[in-house]
């Protein structure tokens, strides 16, 4: 039976994962030897009979062993019957639980059939509820509308009985209350009792209106309207008024202010003396007058939300406005300038007055406006504003007006009377033409006598009419839009646009000296296509040197005449900004001063062209003298003299012209760079004609190279104080001058075996450089196959550009004889034109320039 259970439990799986193992271990720690995961039979039978002799009590351990496993199986039945007593224990449980639910789910149904019983009495009590509420309030209205019919049958009569003696006060309150009490009762006129009533109302409102116009008329129409006061009476027949028909307060309102301007059309009527435009300020003083005298009287007896004042003084304005237009229309030919800015000063001062005075105001505003002051009419002073470096910057308090214009609807005084002048503006852009026209004829004859004198460094020397003429535009400007909306614009634009062209012709252009490019000739009318060909004769100028020298006070002229061009074209694009921003969106894009800027672009490049052509007249004869050395040397040796005399020229022209441009420094930059562009490429050129010349010679050239490098490099902060690095983009270009030099002379100072070393390397070091060039270079060596060297250069040359050759052909072999050289060996030329040859002349051309301190 033992062996059989050894079998069965041998046939278990009871290898556990390690986490099963190490859990059982936590639970259950033991130091048992059996209990251990990785127990191992033989290793526990050699540890308890390590040797033969031990065998003697092997009985004992199987003794030992046999209680062992019977104290196991007795602990492994006494939990089994353990786990048979729990099952039992569950399934009462189980039952228990089920009876639990069982009972509580009767719970349950009883509470919910309680529950729908009370629904049942809350629904009985609130239909009670209900009832006694809709019968509440409908005893409520019952009651409320019988108080409102009884209000209305005694409001009814004592309106009645207060008609007849005319005491409008009472009807006032009254009567609106009345008509609170009919609008309640509005739902109700299908009854007879009430529609009679609500005739009766309307029966009443019509005679009062019959009665008060009635009493108006007679006030101010009657046998004592002209000593007539302001009665209560009226004034609370006003109030009354306020609760009829709206067309009532309208015909009084239009009767009192008729009343009030009968005198005035009188007066001022389009045939009369004192109706022209000389005599507005007497229309001014009637109106200021007739006002105050109004608001002291009769302006009290009006309500306040009925705004008569501000009605007043808008009819007044319009029959002002009909009054100067039709005599106007009747007299033309009388209206000048003059006249008709006095009027309009006067006019718009009148207006401003009454916008703020009445501001916020509408002719169809019921709102009742608060006035600010108790005199209406007082004028308030109008601070000056300080002058501005910029014409055409918008003062405070332009821009505070501009503020407040655009935070609220428009006033109706606005242009209320000033609109009548606009269809004569033509007269006042005829006047600004000739003002601008005679300025101008000015400011060229100021100009001709103007000194131009020496300036400090803080000090600005734009000509003062430039100042002058912008400051004008700006004060045009103004006068017109307050004549006039923006759509009136254009012609005054082009009046603007032609006395610019003209100041920029006959002004600055003037000034200049009459040497080389001031003497090209630039239409009056210029288009894009005539100014780019003026352009073009300036850059021809600049090239070709056809500029004389200039002394000290024709150099200040051209410099003063600069920074005043560039002054003029920065003032003119804020010119152009400000129309666009005045003139009304349509008519906008068309406003363009592009061609006036042109020509003010025109005038800086002759000035910039002028002050070139004047330095590089003095530094023509330094580079012309290259020529006449020999440059057949046997060493090198410093500097050569016009590479000295061309540095002392420019120490005395440029500083010079940097002071008289110190607030120009952007020109001054391009005059920099025009003037090095013009010294360099004629350095390239007068290095062509240096012959003849050995390799000795071309050192000596180099180093004269590194020498005018480092004056060119210099240019923009010679004989100045202050050191700067130039701009980088200028370094760029001298960088690039110089190169090309350094490399026509490292072609000509070569050794080659054959042309055809001589055009590849020419090739290689001037890719961009044309066959004259090369035609240069070979006369400088003195080649005297020139023919075969040229027609060769031009088949490598073809043979290079050409898309469908890869491979230069082979060059022939033709031999070359360098200008005092004997002929070389293969090796020897081998060797010359190795490139560790060349590379080990350059090193030694550094040497010698470092040791002369020419370069660091």
């Avoid at 009345?178 to 739902?187: D, I, K, P, Q, Y």
């Avoid at 009665?231 to 009532?248: G, I, M, R, Y």
Wanted: charged share 25%.
């Amino acid at each position: 039976m033992e062996a059989e259970n050894i079998a069965e439990v041998e046939k278990l799986n009871l290898d556990f994962p390690p986490e099963v193992v190490k859990a059982i271990q936590e639970i259950l720690p033991s130091d048992d030897p059996f209990d251990a995961p990785d127990f191992n039979a033989v290793e526990y039978i050699n540890g308890r009979f390590p040797a033969e002799q031990s065998l003697h009590h092997i009985d004992d351990v199987l003794e030992e062993m046999r209680l062992k496993i019977t104290h196991t199986d007795d602990s492994i039945r006494s939990v089994v019957r353990s786990l048979t007593n729990v099952d039992q224990d569950g399934r009462a449980s189980l039952l228990h639980a089920q009876e639990a639910i069982r009972e509580l789910y009767s719970r349950f149904q009883d509470i919910k059939e309680r529950a729908g019983e009370s629904e049942l009495r809350v629904k009985e009590i609130t239909r009670d509820i209900k009832q006694l509420d809709t019968a509440k309030r409908n005893l409520t209205t019952s009651i409320t509308t019988l108080n409102h019919l009884q209000m209305l049958v005694e409001g009814v009569q004592k309106l009645q009985a207060l008609k007849a003696r005319r005491e409008y006060g009472e009807i006032a309150t009254l009567l609106q209350g009345v008509m609170n009490v009919l609008e309640h009762l509005h739902r109700y006129r299908n009854i007879p009792q009430v529609a009679q009533l609500a005739r009766q109302v309307d029966e009443i409102r019509g005679e009062l209106e019959k009665q008060i116009l009635e009493d108006f008329h007679r006030a101010f129409h009657g046998p004592n309207a002209r000593r007539f006061a302001p009665t209560k009476e009226l004034a609370e027949a006003c109030l009354v008024v306020s609760e009829l028909d709206p067309k009532v307060k309208r015909t009084i309102i239009e009767d009192v202010i008729k009343t009030q301007l009968a005198e005035y059309e009188v007066l001022y009527a389009g045939g009369e003396s004192d109706a022209w435009l000389a005599k507005v300020e007497l229309r001014r003083r009637w109106f200021l007058k007739a006002a105050v005298e109004f608001e002291k009287t009769l302006a009290a007896m009006f309500p306040p939300s009925w705004q008569v004042p501000a009605r007043l003084a808008l009819s007044f304005c319009e029959v002002t406005r009909s009054q100067l237009t039709r005599a106007m229309e009747l007299r033309t030919h009388d209206i000048d300038v003059a006249t008709l800015l006095h009027a309009h000063k006067v006019m718009s001062d009148l207006e401003s007055l009454l916008i703020r005075k009445y501001a916020g105001f509408q002719p169809h505003d019921r709102t009742p406006r608060s006035s600010t002051s108790t005199n209406p009419f007082l004028q308030d002073e109008q601070p000056s504003n300080a002058d501005s470096t910029n014409p055409f910057l918008a003062s405070e308090g332009e821009v505070e007006e501009e503020r407040k214009a655009g935070e609220g609807p428009v006033s109706p005084f606005q242009g209320a009377i000033c609109r009548c002048f606009q269809p004569y503006l033509r007269v006042y852009v005829e006047s600004v033409d000739k003002r601008l026209s005679d300025q101008i004829e000015k400011f060229a004859a100021d100009m001709r006598s103007y000194k131009f004198e020496h300036i400090d460094a803080e000090e600005s020397n734009v000509v003062p009419c430039c100042g002058e003429l912008f400051t004008i535009y700006k004060t045009v400007l103004v006068e017109f839009l307050r004549l006039g909306p923006g759509e009136s614009l254009a012609g005054l634009v082009e009046v603007l646009q032609t006395h610019l062209r003209e100041f920029c012709s006959r002004v600055l252009r003037a000034a200049l000296p009459k040497l080389g490019a001031n003497n090209i000739p630039i239409p009056k009318d210029i288009n894009m296509k005539e100014l780019t060909a003026v352009l073009a004769q300036v850059q021809t100028l600049w090239r070709e040197g056809d500029s004389g020298k200039m002394g000290e006070e024709e150099v200040r002229r051209v410099c003063s005449v600069l920074v005043s061009a560039e002054y003029c074209d920065e003032m003119t694009g804020r010119l152009e900004a400000k129309l666009k921003e005045r003139s009304p969106p349509a008519l906008a894009p068309a406003i363009s001063l592009t061609q006036e800027q042109d020509l003010f672009h025109a005038v800086l490049a002759q000035c910039i062209a002028l002050l070139v052509g004047h330095v590089e007249s003095q530094c023509d004869p330094a580079l012309a003298s290259m020529t006449k050395l020999t440059w057949v040397l046997d060493q090198t040796g410093d500097t050569s003299p016009y590479v000295t005399a061309l540095a002392n020229h420019l120490a005395v022209s440029v500083p010079l012209i940097r002071h008289n441009l110190h607030t120009s420094r952007k020109y001054f930059t391009r005059f920099c760079d025009k003037l090095a562009a013009a010294i360099l490429n004629k350095f390239v050129q007068q290095v062509y004609k240096c012959r003849p010349i050995n390799s000795i010679g071309c050192e000596q050239l180099l180093l004269d190279c590194h020498a005018l490098k480092t004056v060119m490099l210099q240019l923009p902060v010679v004989g100045s104080q202050v050191r700067r690095d130039p701009p980088q983009t200028y370094t760029r270009m001298v960088a690039r001058g110089m190169t090309r030099a350094e490399l026509v002379l490292q072609v000509v100072m070569g050794e080659y075996a054959t042309h055809g070393d001589l055009v590849d390397k020419f090739h290689r070091l001037l890719p961009d450089a044309t066959i004259a060039d090369f035609q240069k270079v070979v006369e400088m060596r003195g080649v005297k196959d020139r023919a075969s060297v040229l027609e060769l250069y031009r088949q490598r040359t073809s043979s290079l550009d050409s898309p469908h050759r890869t491979h230069p052909p082979p060059t022939p072999s033709l031999p070359s004889l360098p200008p005092s050289t004997p002929p070389t060996t293969p090796a020897a030329a081998a060797t010359a034109t190795s490139p560790e040859h060349e590379m080990s002349k350059i090193a030694r051309l550094e040497r010698m320039l470092k040791s002369r301190r020419l370069i660091s």
